[in-house]
């Protein structure tokens, strides 16, 4: 199942058990002092826009001015000091030798400057300015709620939402939140009550943390990650408490490449790019102590009939790639909506029994 978040966040856990599992100390799992000496996430009133954050001191988006050129060691020995005591004679080189030098500089000064490429240079640049998209597919408020069905049974629901914006460390940060739910027949034979929530940065769309929060039958967990983008570090905290083996806890370190994503960010993130039949694009994701790499297709476009009516829609085929290879995830589709917004319409992964099918059922625009 692991591999299925690499592309949709998280699914659904399929298997036989009874409520969610009772623990005590269940609120000790939400408890992480290192973590919260890390990161501080404050809550932030936005404009109905997105463009701005109003309640917490956020950076702007400054360019930062390129440092003053420094003079090499041979520079310094060719820059004679100045002394007030001493005049120093000044021989001019001839008229000719002048005027060929600053035809030459002008000259130069009228070449263009080569575009330079987005950020990392795996990723596409159709629809970006800088790591920024023109336009921007999320809006507060938006939630797209999917049925998920295995055997053709509704096993649950699945909801990705934009919920306002916050400020982590001091930046703009979009808040994006994926829930799960089982429905209540299957409920009874496993109850899946997950929440995660992932803080993307608004200049960089890279994510800084996300929280994962999982309440299921056989175990209760809490996971904290951090990507330090300064340092392209990422640390992960894991507590959780299982009947198979209780209370344990977790922690990973590892260095990561710039600009990656996380497993739970990825289904956004996949949104800001301009898909094209036969066009393939690609971004870094980090995850479990590795360096990944998402490679999505666009095999075509289609219409398809949904609960909320017939839609357009572009079918991705995605894989990945570890250490330079292509590493099977086995059949997985996603069908994204071909407008502005690109809206995930469907979701089709084959597993070892059976399909596990992800369809929209509802979409709720967010606020212009």
């Not at 004679?80 to 030798?97: G, H, L, R, W, Y």
């Not at 198979?244 to 990825?266: H, M, T």
Request: aromatic share 8%; proline share 6%; glycine share 4%.
């Amino acid at each position: 199942m692991k591999r299925f978040y690499y592309f949709v966040a998280c699914i659904l856990l399929i298997a036989c058990a009874s409520s969610t599992l009772k623990y005590e100390k269940a609120k000790e799992l939400e408890t992480n002092t290192e973590f919260d000496k890390a990161v501080r996430i404050e809550g932030a009133e936005v404009s109905t826009s997105g463009a701005d954050v109003a309640a917490t001191p956020v950076e702007k988006n400054v360019t930062t001015p390129a440092p003053k050129a420094t003079p090499s060691e041979l520079e310094k020995n060719l820059i004679p000091e100045k002394k007030s005591d001493v005049k120093t004679a000044v021989v001019k080189p001839p008229e000719k030798k002048v005027v060929a030098k600053k035809a030459k500089k002008e000259k130069k000064a009228e070449e263009p400057a080569a575009p330079q490429r987005r950020q990392p240079e795996i990723e596409d640049d159709a629809g970006f300015q800088g790591r920024r998209p023109l336009k921007d597919p999320f809006s507060v408020g938006e939630v797209v709620t999917h049925e998920v069905s295995y055997f053709a049974t509704t096993a649950g629901t699945l909801k990705l939402k934009v919920e306002p914006m916050v400020a982590v460390n001091g930046r703009k940060a979009y808040n994006f939140v994926t829930e799960i739910k089982t429905s209540p027949m299957y409920s009874r034979l496993y109850s899946v009550d997950d929440r995660v929530e992932t803080f993307v940065d608004f200049e960089t769309l890279v994510p800084r943390v996300f929280a994962l929060h999982v309440k299921e039958s056989s175990q209760l967990r809490e996971a904290r990650m951090l990507f330090d983008e300064k340092t392209n570090r990422a640390t992960f905290w894991e507590k959780k408490v299982t009947e198979k083996s209780g209370a344990e806890e977790k922690k990973q370190a590892w260095d990561i490449l710039p600009y990656s994503q996380n497993v739970f960010s990825a289904v956004f993130y996949m949104r800001n790019f301009q898909w094209e039949p036969g066009k393939e694009i690609a971004f870094r994701v980090a995850d479990d102590e590795q360096n990944l790499i998402f490679s999505g297709k666009c095999l075509r476009r289609e219409k398809i009939k949904t609960e909320i009516g017939e839609k357009n829609a572009l079918v991705i085929q995605p894989k990945i790639i570890l250490k330079g290879k292509f590493k099977p995830v086995g059949d997985i589709l996603i069908w994204l909506s071909d407008d502005e917004y690109k809206y995930p319409l469907k979701i089709e992964s084959e597993i070892k029994i059976g399909t596990l099918v992800s369809e929209v059922i509802s979409i709720t625009p967010g606020q212009k």
